[in-house]
């Protein structure tokens, strides 16, 4: 059973607490219970998806957050085979907010970058909560360049409330080293592929974000700032995060139909922590899919196709009042 629930699935957490006590009761007894479990596990079924086929924008918000969630360091272990992390910006320090190194996918060798949470309260800590600080995003980038020079594909993963706003941060030059990752990555001669796999805020998502591809899990978020900084900004109340979440349009759905995201992979039913190991199988799927997809384009083609799709990100057409 799941460790941890969100207030919106109240109605399930009874009908699992009465199944999962079914099955122990009539565990090595002749007791013929199949029927009664039949029907419980129907109905749970049935709620499940009423509840997580209306979702509002804050309550995917607190899945994206969920602390069962699969992490990088997951689908690592479970999609890539032999990883080997490389450490260090070789100019500062190492950061454990982002982990990278080289790994193989599929047969072919690739280059991996990601934010890192942590699973518990003392590596959240080590991690800093998947907020990087400078030598993070520039360990990234040395990274990349590795890529590039060993026309290796980049598969970055994102999953961060943001950059790390502390002060030994932004005296390490923070916007700088985001800025830089931004300008290099349009222009870096390899595939890149990006994945949104929970949380990506701001601009500490985007720094590992400029990619060819970028799909997004179904439960996941990526906005410009996250939905209680939205609420302190607007209302001046960060206690108004449910409502900046539906304002935000920060969800998959969002964002696909924004033209932001070019793909939405869809979660296990109840969000990707409920069955970890088939949303490995369902993402590992879309990254051969989609990588085979820009491997196979001519670089300069993929370069120009890259700059014009974060180009025209942000349009409008204005009516003027016609």
């Known amino acids: 059973m799941v460790k941890h629930y969100l207030d919106f699935e109240k109605p399930i957490i009874e009908l699992e607490r009465e199944i999962e006590h079914l099955k122990r009761f009539s565990k090595g007894k002749f007791l013929h219970l199949d029927e009664q479990l039949k029907h419980l596990e129907e109905k749970l079924h049935r709620i499940q998806k009423e509840i997580f086929s209306n979702l509002t924008g804050w309550q995917i918000t607190q899945l994206a957050r969920h602390i069962d969630r699969p992490r990088t360091s997951h689908y690592l272990s479970t999609i890539f085979e032999n990883f080997i992390e490389l450490h260090g910006d070789r100019a500062y320090g190492d950061d454990p907010a982002i982990i990278g190194g080289i790994s193989k996918f599929n047969g072919r060798s690739v280059i991996c970058i990601g934010h890192q949470k942590g ?6 800590v080590y991690r800093n909560f998947g ?21 290796k594909p980049i598969i970055t993963l994102i999953d961060t409330p943001g950059a790390y706003p502390g002060i030994g941060a932004e005296e390490r030059g923070q916007a700088e080293a985001i800025a830089r990752n931004l300008r290099s990555m349009v222009s870096l001669r390899t595939p890149i592929l990006t994945l949104v796999i929970g949380e990506g805020g701001s601009g500490g998502a985007l720094a590992i974000g400029i990619g060819d591809r970028i799909l997004m899990l179904e439960y ?5 700032i996250s939905p209680e900084g939205c609420a302190a900004i607007l209302w001046k109340d960060g206690r108004k995060g449910e409502v900046a979440a539906d304002s935000l349009r920060l969800t998959a759905r969002d964002l696909y139909q924004l033209g932001v995201i070019d793909e939405v992979i869809p979660e296990p039913l109840g969000g990707a922590h409920r069955d970890p190991k088939a949303m490995s199988d369902i993402l590992k799927e879309a990254v051969e899919r989609n990588l085979r997809k820009i491997e196979e384009m001519d670089m300069d083609e993929l370069l120009k196709v890259r700059y014009e799709k974060f180009r025209k990100m942000g349009t409008f057409i204005e009516n003027n009042g016609r």
């Open 119 to 124: 699973a518990d309260a003392k590596e959240m």
């Open 131 to 151: 907020m990087p600080h400078p030598e993070g995003y520039r360990k990234a980038l040395r990274l990349m360049k590795m890529a590039e020079d060993f026309q």
């Open 220 to 224: 996941s978020i990526y906005s410009v």
